[in-house]
């Protein structure tokens, strides 16, 4: 189990990007999955990738936008987001998990959580 750090949230505007980075070590052999999470709203999984970066999955509203990957080496995984939507605004989360040839990006498959960071996309 992981201890996940995560950075890179804040306020941007519409069409605007950020990078969320997430840290850990150790991080290199997990699943790991960004998710979100709005004040009223269902966690929903972002975009997870496998351990070796080979296999991957976002969510249908962020496809064409968002860029999940990974650097094994500096124990880090990057969630790239260009044209953000007010849409997008929520508390953002890391998380690990075991992998079994499978990403369906539920929150099941996860077992250790970072303490989220906010994005919030306004005018």
């Known amino acids: 189990q992981l201890q996940l750090v995560e950075s890179g949230g804040g306020l941007v505007q519409p069409g605007g990007s950020l990078t969320l980075s997430c840290v850990a070590s150790?991080?290199?052999?997990?699943?790991i999955g960004w998710f979100r999470q709005a004040p009223g709203k269902e966690r929903e999984g972002v975009s997870c990738?496998?351990?070796?970066?080979?296999?991957?999955k976002y969510v249908e509203s962020v496809k064409g936008r968002f860029t999940i990957s990974r650097d094994n080496g500096k124990n880090t995984v990057y969630l790239q987001m260009n044209g953000l939507r007010p849409e997008d605004t929520g508390v953002y989360y890391c998380?690990?998990?075991?992998?079994?040839?499978?990403?369906?990006?539920?929150?099941?498959?996860?077992?250790?959580w970072g303490q989220g960071t906010q994005v919030t996309v306004s005018s």
């Open positions: 998380a690990s998990g075991f992998y079994y040839m499978d990403i369906r990006c539920l929150p099941t498959q996860f077992n250790s």
């Open positions: 150790g991080l290199p052999g997990y699943l």
């Open positions: 990738i496998s351990p070796s970066g080979g296999n991957f």
